[in-house]
């Protein structure tokens, strides 16, 4: 999953940004939200298990 | 008029290879970096036991490609986001390979990888279509 979202924001980042320093941002700021979103989803979901 | 041909050039040879559309443009660095990416996306995709779904009717027939759309609406989605991936879709129909293994518990994962190589790749040919176009840097 990690990888998965490491690869998905290298690509979205070179696409959305122009800027080297605003990819750089933009693909770190998406991987933290895509890993920790997807943990935080992960307990939710044991709540209904 | 030109820029139009160029565009839609640029459009299909991303589709068909992820990044060469961008190296077409002479973008080299970012069409080589979407090839890794998405292609190494395709490959840890196989590898897991991921599936490549194709379209399950016999015809192109507006009648049926509705009918697939309305029977199995899933199966069919899966098939528009492996279409992304144009070469080796069609390679996988000609070899028949990437026919997904059920019994591998990464099943799930690999077709999921597989999924969003072929999404991103869509993005990415648009991408290089609007930067022929001009609407990019």
Known sequence: ?49 | METNTKALQSLALGWLIPGLGHVSLKKYWRGGIFFGCITAMLILGLFMGGKIYSYQEEGLHLKLIFKNMTENPLTFLATLSDLGYGFIYILSKLFSFGLGNLKNTTFEFGTTYIAGAGLLNYLVALDAFDIALGKKK
């Open chain 1, 1 to 49: 999953m990690i990888l998965y979202a490491a690869f998905v924001c290298v690509v979205l980042a070179l696409i959305r940004k122009d800027e080297r320093k605003a990819q750089i941002k933009y693909a770190l700021s998406l991987f933290v939200l895509m890993v920790f979103g997807a943990i935080i989803f992960g307990w939710f979901m044991y709540l209904f298990v």
